[in-house]
């Protein structure tokens, strides 16, 4: 025979059901909160990730130059690597800023100010040889630069900018110049200067040896990276075995390849692959 439940049984069951629902629907409640937060975190973060900040790019201004005489080549290379690095550091300033400002950051904050140093560098550089030949006009309408928005920036926001393909066609070769930042243990790759060591450059080689002497400040620059990336690998002749040692090859092609254009119309210059040879500064 059954037998009804006390009131106050029911009512004890009531309470406890009434408390599980109210804890059931706080925890989906909970759960949708925490969801919706994951879901829209992820979004942001994958949205960051995808942001690339284009490159800088930048008309080469070595083609664009007469002959450079002999007493002006120093001072001319000197002001062509620092275009490069101009460009450099907008490129990285370019990364270290993605999301900053409005939408004419870019042009107020970099591309503007990187005119304005082209501009100075390169009016130096007409001055440099206008003080023994016929002074270049019109150069300074190779100082604006653009924003190349498809371009990569390799290894991110923790690497250092890579100048645009324009900018390296820029570079003359200034010795360790070009080296610029590398302070880690494993030391600095100093080179003797080609630049300075050249007669004058006839118009007709002008390009070729401008291409060249940038080859030498990449392979300079390689041979840094090589060098920092290698710190405590080997024994006590790798860095002069796997570095220095392929870096004086290297030179000395790219020398030769100068020697030889300049010759074409002009005395062959001698001598030059004295200065292929390279050392380790600690």
Known sequence: MSRALPKYNKRRVLMIGGTAAVVL???????NALAGETSKSGTNATTKAATSPGT?????????????????QAEVTRNLTLL???IAEANKRLVDTVGQGGPNFVQNAILGPLKDKRVATIN???????RT?????GLDSLAP?????NGVNSGGAAA??????????QAGNTGNTGNTGNTTAAGTITCPDVASKLPAIPASAQAEVTRNLTLLNTQITEANTRLANTVGQGGPNFVQNAILGPLADKRKSTIDRIAISIGRTAAKPTGLDSLATCTLNK
């Open 160 to 169: 250092t900018a890579t100048p645009s393909a324009t900018a390296t066609q």
């Open 84 to 86: 490069d690095t101009q």
């Open 25 to 31: 629907s706080g925890a989906v409640i909970a759960g």
């Open 124 to 130: 130096r550089i007409a001055t440099a040889i206008g």
């Open 56 to 72: 800088v790019n930048c008309p080469a201004v070595a083609p664009s130059l007469p002959a450079i005489p002999a007493s002006a």
């Open 133 to 137: 030949a016929a002074k270049p006009t």
């Open 145 to 149: 630069c653009t924003l190349n928005a």
